[in-house]
């Protein structure tokens, strides 16, 4: 928020408050130490000029009473030293005789009696021969008054020199008030008053046009060019990436390809109204999913996606892959995805999916087409020696055993020359059915390989299991019973069934099957309508 007012700093943050207490600090410091040094240099001139004094008015009667000591005139010398004594410098005053006899004695007025302070003694000499000693005056200074003056004079000094440093704080804060602090709150006030964007200026003041308030000011209107250029170019900026934005938007809106955002965690972050198109889901439903795993609920195989994203993320690409969606209603649907990774700002995945389920549906029908028989929509005989192929790779791989079974249709060509190729036909179609039911797992193969010639392949299956002769008796028993065809007759046809099993009977598909042909002939040369396990090689 913006104000138009005037700022106001108070208390400890004003520049101005703290510049005045430090200079004070620093005034009171100054006159701490000067006053303690005019203190000391008054007192001692104090000292010394009171010491003078005295022995300016001791050395002036030096002669008087020398004069009266050589004349022993005890009146003159009394005189002079009670005159001496009147000084109020001088506590008590003595005359003595060079054999020690007091030839005079004064004390000043108010002096106590047992006062007597510092000794200045001066010797007397005879006026008429300076080698002859007369005596000794003995002056007593008072020591108090003497200090008192002192003192007195080092106080004035003392006080003088700290008033010098306070008026000197005084004015070095009006100044910095004057010409700094003032000019920086004006300043601070008309920069907070500039809009930004609206190209106005600071006017720098006549007064401070060449100090540093001018190259402040200056600096500031740089900044504020500065901030307006910028500003112009943000605002150009947008507007293109605002424009940018939508068109981008629209695209992403109007695209024909469903594209996803996804974080690490497979949550939904963004998604077009073609994913939720293609995937079978509303907008509402689809924005549910920010908070659930989008690639378990939309992908058939949530763990194939997750592997496109590690591998996108291994190798820095885009991956891509023909997907199954999760089923919605009963047609199966399909997708073409492209998967790249993000990682700035964090791991993302971006997906594209194009519908393909007519292609898928397309491509599925050819290859069945491929792999099926015509008639009976059995697996031919490429698919068959292709899936073998696959069954003997994975059952060594695992150690596992395969029993392998080739079949022969007995008395169809008698019915085809009796009854024609429809019936012929009638009967390959339902003895084809009644293969399948007999063999049950999905996971084996029943195979047409060419006219009355069919091959059964069992996982997991040994020649000591239970499960093969019971496979095997129901194939001879379902297949043996009659055929009603479209005319209305019945048919019948018998099988001679010929077993081979991995490993026993063979390492490969060809000699899996060759020994299976084996055993098929042997049943046939003996009577049909059976079954037989080729001899171990």
């Known amino acids: 928020m913006t104000s138009t007012g005037t700022p106001r700093v108070r208390g400890t943050h004003s520049l101005q408050l703290r510049f005045m207490l430090w200079v004070f600090a620093s005034a009171t410091l100054i006159a701490v130490i000067a006053a303690t040094i005019a203190y000391q240099l008054g007192q001692a001139r104090a000292l010394a000029s009171g010491r003078n004094g005295v022995e300016a008015l001791a050395t002036a009667v030096e002669k008087t009473l020398a004069i009266g000591a050589y004349a022993q005139d005890a009146v003159l010398l009394q005189e002079v030293a009670g005159g001496l004594a009147r000084n109020e410098l001088v506590n008590r005053v003595e005359v003595l005789a060079a054999d020690g006899r007091a030839l005079a004695q004064a004390r000043r007025p108010g002096a106590p009696g047992d006062a007597h302070g510092t000794l200045l003694a001066r010797p007397l000499v005879s006026p008429f021969d300076a080698r002859e000693s007369l005596g000794q005056l003995r002056v007593h200074l008072n020591d108090a008054k003497v200090q008192a003056d002192a003192d007195r004079e080092a106080y004035t000094l003392a ?12 004015i070095l804060y009006l100044l910095a008030a004057r010409m700094v602090s003032r000019p920086i709150v004006r300043l601070a006030s008309a920069m907070r008053r500039t809009a930004p964007g609206t190209g ?4 720098t003041p006549a007064a401070h046009a060449n100090d540093e308030i001018g190259v402040l000011i200056a600096g500031a209107n740089t900044l504020l060019e500065a901030n307006e250029r910028q500003l112009q170019t943000e605002r150009r900026l947008r507007a293109e990436v605002e424009a940018m934005e939508a ?8 695209s024909s390809a469903g594209i996803f955002v996804i974080d690490e965690g497979g949550r939904l972050i963004n998604g077009n109204p073609t994913v939720s198109r293609v995937v ?3 907008m509402e439903a689809l924005r549910s999913l920010s908070e659930a795993d989008f690639i378990s609920r939309v992908f058939h195989r949530p763990d194939l996606v997750r592997q496109m994203i590690d591998e996108a993320a291994r190798r820095g690409e885009t991956v891509s892959a023909d997907l199954e969606l999760v089923q919605h209603g009963e047609s199966r649907r399909w997708v073409h995805c492209l998967i790249s990774v993000q990682r700035a700002g964090g791991q993302t995945v971006e997906g594209v999916i194009y519908d393909i389920t007519e292609r898928k549906s397309d491509e599925n ?3 069945y087409r491929a792999e099926h028989d015509a008639l ?3 697996k031919n005989r490429a698919a068959a020696e292709a899936t073998l192929e696959r069954f003997v790779k994975e059952a060594r791989g695992r150690d596992a ?6 079949l022969d249709l007995d008395g169809f060509k008698q019915i085809n020359d009796t009854h024609g190729h429809q019936a012929g036909d009638e009967v390959l179609v339902a003895c084809a059915e009644r293969m399948r039911a007999a063999v049950r797992r999905s996971s084996d193969l029943v195979a047409r390989l060419g006219g009355d010639e069919f091959l059964i392949a069992l996982r997991d299956v040994g020649p000591g299991d239970a499960v093969l002769a019971q496979v095997m008796q129901e194939l001879v028993a379902t ?6 065809l479209s005319t209305g007759q019945e048919v019948s046809v018998g099988v001679s069934i010929g077993i081979a099993c991995l490993p026993t009977h063979g390492a490969d598909p060809p000699g899996l099957v060759r020994a299976a042909d084996e055993a098929l002939y042997h049943v046939k040369r003996h009577g049909k309508q059976a079954f037989a396990i080729a001899l171990a090689s």
């Not at 297949?479 to 009603?484: E, G, I």
């Open 401 to 406: 055993p395969l029993a392998v079974a080739c």
């Open 365 to 367: 029908a050819v290859r």
């Open 376 to 378: 009976t929509e059995l």
């Open 159 to 170: 006080a003088a020199m700290a008033g010098q440093a306070a008026l000197l704080a005084l």
């Open 479 to 484: 297949l043996s019973q009659p055929v009603r």
């Open 247 to 254: 068109q981008y938007r629209q695209i992403f809106d109007s």
């Open 280 to 282: 079978g889901l509303s």
């Open 200 to 203: 106005a200026h600071l006017e």
